[in-house]
């Protein structure tokens, strides 16, 4: 039988909950058990797939194309697994379905309530992915905080869930907020117990509770959590703030988190895995000399908008022991301030992906720069497309080469679409419908950069976006130097490209920050990072 862990959090939101599953869940792992995990999040939209960065962050592609929750992106991360469209359900996601169902009559005139139709639908979506996955162990993290009245159907349908599952077989952690009073000089477990108090009387009793805090969680603190909240002392594990969320799996281990799950859920506890991992954050402690990465995008008062391109970073960082210092830089800003003044002292430039005309000129602006300095640059998705709109224009004779995704907003017709739909017939009413989304293969071009980056001829990268280059301008951009250097294997789609007489400059269509992980840095992340380390040490000498 598969077993369930449900993690709830209390007192505020952005806790870590995520963090605190994913650890788990890359510890089970390393136990041999094998491990999926999947988000539920209350709130009414279908998925985040069309919420504002500056407000969700990321939104994260799995590789059947699902837009999910950015927790996604740290689950795949921890446990080194690819999820699936069965790891992230929302409550707009529930509702759509059952008031689908009762359009068509599927309910023959009853009438449609949260208890037990909606619940019922919640315990269906965590009965699934235990099917298709066959795991020995969930984990299931609901979003929110216990309280709010968007989370009590999530938590009554774990509640069920559990009665209905044999003892032993589903356990609860909370994670919740020790706060630390300056002019008391002592945290305070007062919210901790009021949090807890909210989850039993809604049925549900933490069998584990995981404080966060700044400061240390001592042993007469975790004794009285452990008193007013009615949980073992053992149970009650102390998480404080780390420098780096790769060592929170290490610090929860020294605690015997694993081994009292596996305990509780009545399984074996075999030995562990963890001499990778460990070396990772040993790494994370000596990084040498820093280098300067620009970031230039329009959601930069949010870093969790680029959230898997910073970790990306971060991991090619720790594989090249050097410190990356990401500077995010506003492409509007840019475009007022003027591109040297900002970029003069950075070592590599990255242009993200995004959507909308906003800050696109800043983004040329950086790629112009780039090239004409030589500098390492890195374009990713619309990347690519502000770096093939650069060259068409300031190299390939074509001044006025933009993306038709632009054209309403710009006010006139673009005289050079070289980004443009592939199918102008496409229906753009449903934001996703129209998207190129999931994996899709890329044949690498033999002698390029990105051949020696992959080191094999075909790979697979995961996909995010609506507008394509144009083939129509295929011809001319590569008469002006520009080469492809990844190409559908139907050659429907230009996937990646390079300028050859540069130290550094490719750019991908795909989003390739969506599958580098912690002990495996993506090779382009990799190369990049490498390419401006060396630009660095050029520029030192």
Same mark, same amino acid.
């Given at each position: 039988m598969t077993k369930h862990i449900f993690v709830t959090g209390g007192v505020v939101s952005s806790l870590g909950k995520g963090i605190t599953a994913a650890s788990l869940g890359h510890l089970l792992k390393a136990r041999g058990y094998s491990v999926t995990m999947q988000k539920a999040d209350p709130y009414l939209n279908v998925d985040p797939g069309?919420?504002?960065p500056f407000q969700h962050g990321e939104v994260f592609v799995t590789d059947d194309g699902h837009e999910g929750d950015l927790d996604l992106g740290h689950y795949e991360r921890f446990i080194d697994e690819n999820l699936s469209c069965e790891s992230n359900f929302t409550a707009g996601a529930i509702y759509q379905s059952l008031i689908s169902k009762e359009r068509r009559g599927d309910f023959h005139g009853g009438t449609v309530? /949260?208890?037990?139709h909606m619940t019922n639908s919640i315990k269906e979506r965590l009965s699934r992915i235990e099917k298709q996955t066959n795991a020995d162990i969930v984990i299931t993290e609901i979003g929110g905080t216990v309280g709010d009245i968007e989370s009590l159907p999530f938590i009554e349908a774990a509640r069920q869930f559990k009665r209905n599952k044999p003892v032993g077989d589903v356990i609860f952690i909370h994670v919740t907020l020790v706060p630390y009073i300056a002019a008391a000089h002592e945290v305070k477990t007062k919210p901790t117990q009021h949090s807890v108090k909210e989850l039993r009387s809604i049925g549900v009793h933490p069998d584990f509770i995981v404080c966060r805090s700044d400061h240390v969680i001592n042993k007469k603190m975790r004794e009285k959590i452990s008193l007013f909240c009615d949980v073992p002392v053992e149970n009650v594990l102390s998480c404080v703030d780390v420098t780096s969320i790769y060592k929170v799996p290490l610090l929860l281990h020294d605690q015997g988190f694993d081994t009292k799950v596996l305990t509780e859920l009545g399984l074996p506890v075999g030995d562990i895995e *963890? !001499? =990778?991992w460990q070396e990772y954050s040993d790494k994370l402690d000596i990084l040498g000399d820093p280098i300067d990465i620009a970031l230039v995008g329009k959601y930069v008062s949010l870093p =969790? !908008? &680029?959230l898997s391109i910073i970790e990306s970073l971060g991991h090619a960082s720790v594989y090249h022991g050097r410190k990356v210092t990401i500077h995010l830089v506003d492409g509007e800003v840019l475009k007022a301030d003027g591109v040297g003044k900002v970029l003069s002292q950075m070592d590599g430039l990255l242009v993200p992906g995004g959507f909308g005309v906003r800050a696109f000129e800043g983004k040329i602006a950086a790629v112009q720069y780039a090239r004409e300095n030589k500098i390492p640059f890195f374009g990713i998705c619309l990347g690519l497309q502000a770096a093939v709109c650069e060259? !068409? %224009?300031?190299?390939a004779g074509m001044p006025d080469a933009n993306s038709s995704e632009f054209t309403a907003e710009l006010g006139a017709t673009v005289q050079y679409p070289v980004i443009d739909l592939m199918s102008p017939e496409e229906d753009l009413t449903d934001a996703g419908a129209s998207m190129r *989304?999931? /994996? &899709?293969?890329c044949e690498i071009t033999p002698g390029t950069k990105a051949a020696a980056a992959y080191g094999e001829p075909l790979v697979y990268e995961r996909h %995010?976006? %609506?507008y394509e280059v144009n083939n129509d301008y295929r011809e001319a951009l590569q008469e002006a130097g520009l080469v492809l250097s990844g190409i559908s294997p139907d050659d429907t789609y230009v996937?990646?490209?390079e300028i050859a007489d540069h130290p550094w400059f490719v750019a991908c269509q795909s989003h390739p920050e969506f599958k580098s992980r912690p002990t495996r840095t993506h090779p382009l992340f990799r190369d990049f990072v490498g390419a401006a380390i060396e630009f660095h040490e050029q520029r030192r000498e």
């Amino acid at each position: 039988m598969t077993k369930h862990i449900f993690v709830t959090g209390g007192v505020v939101s952005s806790l870590g909950k995520g963090i605190t599953a994913a650890s788990l869940g890359h510890l089970l792992k390393a136990r041999g058990y094998s491990v999926t995990m999947q988000k539920a999040d209350p709130y009414l939209n279908v998925d985040p797939g069309n919420m504002s960065p500056f407000q969700h962050g990321e939104v994260f592609v799995t590789d059947d194309g699902h837009e999910g929750d950015l927790d996604l992106g740290h689950y795949e991360r921890f446990i080194d697994e690819n999820l699936s469209c069965e790891s992230n359900f929302t409550a707009g996601a529930i509702y759509q379905s059952l008031i689908s169902k009762e359009r068509r009559g599927d309910f023959h005139g009853g009438t449609v309530q /949260v208890i037990p139709h909606m619940t019922n639908s919640i315990k269906e979506r965590l009965s699934r992915i235990e099917k298709q996955t066959n795991a020995d162990i969930v984990i299931t993290e609901i979003g929110g905080t216990v309280g709010d009245i968007e989370s009590l159907p999530f938590i009554e349908a774990a509640r069920q869930f559990k009665r209905n599952k044999p003892v032993g077989d589903v356990i609860f952690i909370h994670v919740t907020l020790v706060p630390y009073i300056a002019a008391a000089h002592e945290v305070k477990t007062k919210p901790t117990q009021h949090s807890v108090k909210e989850l039993r009387s809604i049925g549900v009793h933490p069998d584990f509770i995981v404080c966060r805090s700044d400061h240390v969680i001592n042993k007469k603190m975790r004794e009285k959590i452990s008193l007013f909240c009615d949980v073992p002392v053992e149970n009650v594990l102390s998480c404080v703030d780390v420098t780096s969320i790769y060592k929170v799996p290490l610090l929860l281990h020294d605690q015997g988190f694993d081994t009292k799950v596996l305990t509780e859920l009545g399984l074996p506890v075999g030995d562990i895995e *963890l !001499a =990778d991992w460990q070396e990772y954050s040993d790494k994370l402690d000596i990084l040498g000399d820093p280098i300067d990465i620009a970031l230039v995008g329009k959601y930069v008062s949010l870093p =969790d !908008a &680029y959230l898997s391109i910073i970790e990306s970073l971060g991991h090619a960082s720790v594989y090249h022991g050097r410190k990356v210092t990401i500077h995010l830089v506003d492409g509007e800003v840019l475009k007022a301030d003027g591109v040297g003044k900002v970029l003069s002292q950075m070592d590599g430039l990255l242009v993200p992906g995004g959507f909308g005309v906003r800050a696109f000129e800043g983004k040329i602006a950086a790629v112009q720069y780039a090239r004409e300095n030589k500098i390492p640059f890195f374009g990713i998705c619309l990347g690519l497309q502000a770096a093939v709109c650069e060259f !068409a %224009r300031n190299v390939a004779g074509m001044p006025d080469a933009n993306s038709s995704e632009f054209t309403a907003e710009l006010g006139a017709t673009v005289q050079y679409p070289v980004i443009d739909l592939m199918s102008p017939e496409e229906d753009l009413t449903d934001a996703g419908a129209s998207m190129r *989304l999931g /994996v &899709y293969p890329c044949e690498i071009t033999p002698g390029t950069k990105a051949a020696a980056a992959y080191g094999e001829p075909l790979v697979y990268e995961r996909h %995010r976006h %609506r507008y394509e280059v144009n083939n129509d301008y295929r011809e001319a951009l590569q008469e002006a130097g520009l080469v492809l250097s990844g190409i559908s294997p139907d050659d429907t789609y230009v996937e990646m490209i390079e300028i050859a007489d540069h130290p550094w400059f490719v750019a991908c269509q795909s989003h390739p920050e969506f599958k580098s992980r912690p002990t495996r840095t993506h090779p382009l992340f990799r190369d990049f990072v490498g390419a401006a380390i060396e630009f660095h040490e050029q520029r030192r000498e």
